[in-house]
């Protein structure tokens, strides 16, 4: 199993541009969530999805928007990057029931 | 002001030594409270959970403990190793489910041999 992907690992964004963050996992996981770490600060939730087709927001939603058409994939989108939104944006997920939460390796997004 | 405070904030100890991290918290009502070890460049992983009536969980060399009336949990590591060199997350899951988490910001923990 590969547990939780996500791609791509880095990217260089100019202001005003979007792009899409895809996370995936082979563990059929109902729940899935996508976080943003900054530095002095600890993990923030940005959206979470309880199962296909379904999608909530967290802690910090504004300027994301997300997608689970598909229960391995939770999709992160920017439709408009800012400066502030330069960040490591991790996704994890978690079974029905199940206590364990996994983390996938990051994405590095810089906005300039 | 951090919900989930986090202490010390870095710490190097040589190898072989034990080491304890701090982990006090408000958030409330608790539901559960759980240590991540997070290497440089990866995702967090988990490696102790406990709920508000477990006092301790170990896990390998890893021990954690919890005093739900002080809101206060430490995570004790015996005879370091140079992989245990990471950042040790504290976070609290609210009753509710996994959307209502804080996490602490973190110690940087450096073993030196």
């Known amino acids: 199993n590969a547990g939780v992907t996500q791609t791509p690992k880095f990217r260089v964004l100019k202001t005003g541009q979007s792009m899409t963050l895809l996370c995936a996992q082979d563990m059929n996981h109902e729940y899935m969530y996508w976080y943003r770490q900054d530095p002095g600060m600890g993990l923030r939730l940005i959206h979470y999805?309880?199962?296909?087709?379904?999608?909530a927001k967290g802690e910090v939603p504004d300027g994301y928007n997300v997608s689970r058409l598909k229960k391995q994939n939770f999709l992160l989108g920017l439709e408009s990057a800012a400066p502030s939104q330069t960040s490591v944006y991790f996704c994890?997920?978690?079974?029905?029931?199940?206590?364990?939460?996994?983390f996938g390796p990051g994405t590095r997004l810089t906005v300039l | 002001k951090n919900q989930v405070e986090q202490s010390p904030q870095s710490l190097i100890i040589l190898e072989g030594k034990n080491c304890t991290l701090q982990c006090n918290y408000t958030v409330s009502p608790f539901s559960n409270l759980r240590w991540y070890k997070q290497d440089t460049g990866r995702g967090p992983v988990s490696l102790t959970i406990m709920t508000f009536s477990e006092n301790t969980k170990s896990n390998g060399r890893y021990t954690a403990t919890l005093d739900a009336d002080t809101k206060q949990s430490s995570l004790h590591i015996t005879a370091s190793q140079l992989s245990d060199s990471a950042s040790y997350i504290c976070v609290v899951i609210l009753s509710g489910g996994y959307q209502k988490v804080t996490f602490g910001i973190g110690t940087k923990l450096q073993v030196i041999p």
């Open positions: 994890a997920s978690k079974g029905d029931g199940g206590a364990w939460q996994f």
């Open positions: 999805s309880v199962g296909e087709g379904t999608t």
